[in-house]
């Protein structure tokens, strides 16, 4: 199956520094991302997508960072914020098959206030 | 705001014993998945489920498993002889639509039901 994984698995970062967090996978074929966020004791949350045909996308204090030529993927978080302590999944789609998620092992992230 | 819910939270059974896992997806949704997470690695996909019937499944998803909806609301996760691998959160999440022409539709994720298996 595809593989996607991650670079770092623990991330520490002081409020109000910007984070990246990456995620490398393995599937050429791989044609949505997905970052999600899931904090302690409940389900992954989303935070922002990326399809294949773009190299970048913006949302609310988040940027998603797509490198198709190495297969990186990054999630930028500007002026971290204790609530943003989680553990952090980036995931994809094939492109064949139904909608099925293939989840990273995940980064955890640790504002220190 | 709708959201996915899942009972129970915490469930615990005997090895060999059966389990039902409960799920109630957002009203309008039409596609529905199972994932799980073994304590401290990666979520895994199990099954996604349209039109009342399995659309892809994983290897993990075997004999042992199966999935129904039986009322249109709920959205259910049977595991027949459960096995201390089993153990693990059991994360159901639904999806309005799927089309590979627009944009993705989220998954929404439940809280998740935590299954301990002695």
């Known amino acids: 199956g595809e593989s996607v994984g991650l670079h770092l698995p623990t991330l520490s970062v002081q409020e109000g520094d910007n984070s990246i967090i990456n995620c490398a996978y393995s599937n050429s074929a791989s044609d949505y991302f997905i970052w999600y966020k899931q904090e302690s004791g409940k389900g992954p949350q989303f935070i922002i997508d990326i399809r294949s045909n773009m190299d970048k996308r913006q949302g609310q204090r988040v940027t998603v960072l797509l490198n198709k030529t190495v297969k990186h993927l990054s999630l930028q978080i500007a002026a971290t914020q204790p609530g943003d302590s989680a553990v952090y999944f980036c995931?994809?789609?094939?492109?064949?098959?139904?909608?099925?998620?293939?989840f990273g092992t995940g980064t955890r992230l640790t504002v220190i206030p | 705001e709708p959201e996915v819910t899942q009972t129970p939270s915490h469930q615990v059974t005997q090895m060999g014993q059966e389990v039902i896992l409960r799920c109630v997806p957002i009203?309008?949704?039409?596609?529905f998945y199972w994932y799980r997470q073994i304590l401290g690695q990666k979520v895994e996909f199990l099954v996604s489920?349209?039109?009342?019937?399995?659309?892809?499944k994983s290897e993990i998803f075997d004999d042992q498993f199966s999935v129904e909806r039986p009322d249109g609301s709920n959205f259910t996760l049977k595991i027949r002889s459960t096995k201390l691998e089993d153990s693990a959160m059991y994360f159901c999440?639904?999806?309005?639509?799927?089309?590979?022409?627009?944009?993705?539709?989220?998954?929404?994720f439940g809280p998740g039901t935590r299954l301990t298996v002695l």
């Open positions: 999440a639904s999806q309005t639509s799927f089309s590979r022409d627009i944009s993705y539709n989220e998954q929404f």
């Open positions: 489920f349209y039109n009342n019937e399995i659309s892809e």
């Open positions: 995931a994809e789609t094939a492109e064949t098959g139904a909608n099925n998620l293939f």
């Open positions: 009203s309008n949704h039409l596609y």
